[in-house]
């Protein structure tokens, strides 16, 4: 027991790493669970409420977005360093209450701020729902994707749920993971809340533009180191994994690097277009293209060049590379907190 509490104390974050993200592996997402996102989300919806209106609403936005994240992090920090200081012990060397207490709080923050199980899972429930008919696929997809799915073709829906993957892929596993790596479990939970202040309120659209626009821009701030990581761990262990699957062509490392850095500005996001277009280069597919956000029309740029029918295969092999460069990303934190 002495030695297991002396691990813990003197590799809290390298433990509590490694448990939630198992956990996450096992479980996914806690929907029955007090989720800290959710809170995240009805904080957020209450300072848009009471401060997206009259005058100044970039300034009150800026003030709400950039204090709300620097409270959180400044607080969980102090919260991680108290606990820290009431683990040692002057006595016996080490408190092994404050010990498990701050190895179990930060495994579970862990497991919250990962979405790699559940992502993976929706996506499959896509393919699976179009496998039965075109209005389970499109029902099923609405889950994931923010905009208007009740015209969506076979082919459209197929390729939203996996340019979803992808983004997410970048989102909710790999850049939780980069902030881990570099500022600890304040650093993942801060990300996470960055990335809720976007997905609610940093739209280009009359409500948001003026409040959410400083949310867009830290947001982009954040992703823009790990969506290029993200897009290079798909090419890696894509160009890897597709010498072993014999239902896709197989090319060169150079090529899917060209591609993906070509397609990857084609996106109206400074980040979300990496990930994809290394996925897309990877399929030999294409996504991106016109896009209804309920009744209005969006024109975006096509990301890839073969309009290709995507399969149930290619759904396999798309979450089987992402399982597969989560892991990889998992492994290199590893080895550098050793």
Not at 32 to 47: D, E, F, Q, S
Not at 245 to 257: C, D, F, I
Request: include cysteine; aromatic fraction near 12%.
């Amino acid at each position: 027991m002495d030695c297991i509490i002396m691990f813990l104390f003197n590799h809290t974050l390298l433990a509590s790493l490694l448990t939630g993200w198992i956990l996450d592996m096992m479980f996914g997402d806690p929907s029955r669970l007090p989720h800290p996102i959710v809170y995240m989300g009805k904080w957020i919806a209450w300072g848009e409420h009471l401060l997206n209106r009259g005058k100044h609403r970039k300034a009150k936005g800026a003030v709400f977005t950039v204090g709300s994240i620097l409270l959180l992090f400044l607080a969980t920090t102090v919260l991680f360093a108290w606990l820290r200081l009431c683990s040692i012990d002057k006595l016996h060397g080490v408190n092994w209450c404050f010990v498990l207490l701050s190895y179990l709080l930060m495994s579970v923050l862990v497991f919250f701020c990962l979405a790699g199980k559940t992502l993976r899972r929706e996506v499959k429930m896509v393919f699976q729902a179009l496998s039965r008919s075109l209005d389970d696929g499109r029902q099923q997809v609405a889950r994931i994707v923010g905009r208007d799915t009740q015209r969506l073709s076979h082919q459209e829906v197929a390729t939203a749920a996996l340019e979803t993957l992808a983004e997410n892929l970048s989102d909710g596993v790999i850049a939780p993971l980069f902030w881990f790596s570099v500022l600890g479990v304040p650093g993942m939970l801060t990300y996470k809340m960055i990335n809720t202040f976007d997905s609610m309120i940093g739209y280009q659209n009359k409500r948001y533009k003026n409040f959410g626009c400083w949310a867009a821009h830290i947001d982009d701030i954040a992703n823009f180191i790990p969506a290029r990581i993200t897009a290079m761990l798909l090419i890696l262990v894509g160009w890897i994994y597709v010498r072993l699957y014999p239902l896709l062509p197989h090319r060169s490392l150079a090529y899917y690097t060209k591609q993906t850095w070509h397609y990857s500005r084609c996106h109206a996001s400074p980040n979300s277009g990496w990930p994809e277009a290394a996925l897309s280069a990877l399929l030999h597919c294409r996504f991106g293209g016109p896009h209804d956000y309920f009744g209005e029309l969006f024109y975006k740029p096509f990301i890839g060049s073969n309009p290709r029918q995507m399969t149930y295969s290619d759904m396999l092999f798309s979450i089987r590379t992402c399982l597969l460069a989560e892991i990889v990303s998992v492994v290199v934190i590893v080895a550098i907190m050793i």
